[in-house]
């Protein structure tokens, strides 16, 4: 990443630096990012619990991506709402922003799962290290995270 962008863990709602990646999900068919507002401004999830955390890759104070981790079982973190503006998608930020939101869980669970539904994505998770999991539950694809803990500085 350069040095005018970053990764901030997101404690307060981004308000204005959000609404241009709310309205570029919808206009590619997604809900999740209007049900990240949705949520976040209700109070219903705030990625607050133990555990949990949405992060934020700025260039400067302009949001390019969005992603968090949601605790589904003391063992088990699951990945949410990740997005990143269509323009950015080339430059490798929803690698970093996955890589770090892992690295983050992994202090917490020994495994993440996740639920996506578009082949770009599929194939996103696939080379991320992500396997599929059997149709039909909740959740598509899972990492085991013992091998990211090992990784991380002590």
């Known amino acids: 990443m350069n040095d005018r962008r970053s990764i901030t863990r997101l404690y307060e709602w981004p308000g204005t630096a959000i609404e241009p990646l709310v309205q570029q ?9 209007q049900r990240l507002k949705d949520e976040w401004l209700s109070g219903e999830n705030q990625f607050s619990g133990q555990g949990e955390a949405l992060f934020g890759v700025f260039d400067q104070e302009r949001l390019l991506a969005v992603g968090g981790i949601n605790r589904q079982s ?18 490798d930020l929803g690698r970093i922003l996955v890589q770090h939101i892992l690295g983050f869980a992994s202090v917490h669970y020994s495994r993440v ?4 539904d578009t082949p770009a994505a599929d194939q996103f998770y696939l080379a991320l290290g992500f396997s599929h999991l059997s149709p039909g539950g909740s959740s598509t694809h899972t990492i085991e995270l013992s091998d990211i803990a090992k990784r991380r500085p002590s």
């Open 113 to 116: 799962m996740l639920r996506t």
């Open 25 to 33: 999900s919808q206009e590619e068919g997604f809900r999740f990012l």
């Open 74 to 91: 003391d063992a088990c973190g699951r990945l949410r709402r990740v997005y990143v503006k269509p323009e950015a998608r080339r430059e």
